[in-house]
């Protein structure tokens, strides 16, 4: 009789240590389960949030901002030949229409903007301007397109008329001082040379590059950079 209660004892005792050990392992299970699956939540909600960053910084651009004010004159400095130095003065029409004109002491240069939702576009652009451009509105929206010269979105990689979106954060050092979140666009041209323009919000045209490789030949270098706003 004692032998049959020690043998039930002793089974009781083993089914009650097996089923603590396997109610002890399954929280540990569940836990297993959960860290993978919250890793996969992290990494889809990572996702969405780098897109809608990227529609933020697009959708806070106002192309008006890469002119200045109106009257607002900018004096360019120079390197590469004597026509690199260069003042730009800026005049607005109305709030879609800029004319800019840029002196480099050996002309003067008038470039008209119309400025549209998504790009920048040159409606006018004549050399030898001494005389000052003031058209009626009627006139204005009469001008054709004839290249663009911004243009959104201003990702990297994202090409238009000719150009490319080679950094659109870029930290540009100037006599005037230094400029952070800069737009940079290169084009290359046929015959081997490449233009650079360098844009910063609330500036526009901060500096421009002109470069030429040659064989056996130090680069061909022109530069303007602002220095100075009057």
């Known amino acids: 009789m004692k032998k049959s209660q020690i043998l039930f004892m002793m089974m009781f005792i083993f089914l009650l240590a097996a089923c603590q050990q396997e109610t002890q392992s399954e929280p540990n299970n569940e836990v297993e389960k959960k860290e993978p699956n919250q890793e996969v939540t992290d990494e889809n909600r990572n996702s969405p949030d780098k897109e809608q960053e990227d529609e933020a910084v697009n959708d806070e651009i106002a192309l008006a901002d890469f002119f200045m004010k109106d009257g607002t004159e900018a004096e360019f400095a120079g390197e590469g030949n004597e026509f690199a130095p260069y003042t730009a003065?800026?005049?607005?029409?109305?709030?879609?229409?800029?004319?800019?004109?840029?002196?480099n002491g050996g002309t003067i240069m008038l470039r008209t903007f119309r400025i549209d939702n998504d790009k920048i576009v040159v409606v006018r652009e004549e050399g030898e301007s001494n005389v000052k451009f003031d058209p009626t509105d009627q006139e204005l929206n009469e001008l054709e397109d004839l290249y663009t010269y911004l243009q959104?979105?201003?990702?990297?990689?994202?090409?238009?008329?000719?150009?490319?979106?080679?950094?659109?954060?870029?930290?540009?050092?100037?006599?005037?001082?230094?400029?952070?979140?800069?737009?940079?666009?290169?084009?290359?041209?046929?015959?081997?040379?490449?233009?650079?323009?360098?844009?910063?919000?609330?500036?526009?045209?901060?500096?421009?590059?002109?470069?030429?490789?040659?064989?056996?030949?130090?680069?061909?270098?022109?530069?303007?950079?602002?220095?100075?706003?009057?």
Not at 89 to 103: A, H, I, M, Q, S
Not at 191 to 202: I, Q, R
């Open 152 to 230: 959104l979105p201003l990702d990297k990689d994202i090409t238009f008329d000719g150009w490319t979106v080679i950094d659109n954060a870029m930290t540009v050092e100037t006599p005037l001082q230094v400029f952070k979140s800069v737009i940079v666009i290169k084009k290359e041209n046929i015959d081997g040379s490449t233009n650079t323009k360098y844009f910063a919000k609330g500036y526009g045209e901060i500096k421009r590059e002109f470069l030429m490789k040659e064989e056996d030949k130090e680069p061909f270098v022109v530069t303007s950079t602002i220095e100075k706003i009057n």
């Open 89 to 103: 003065k800026t005049e607005w029409l109305n709030d879609r229409f800029v004319n800019v004109y840029e002196d």
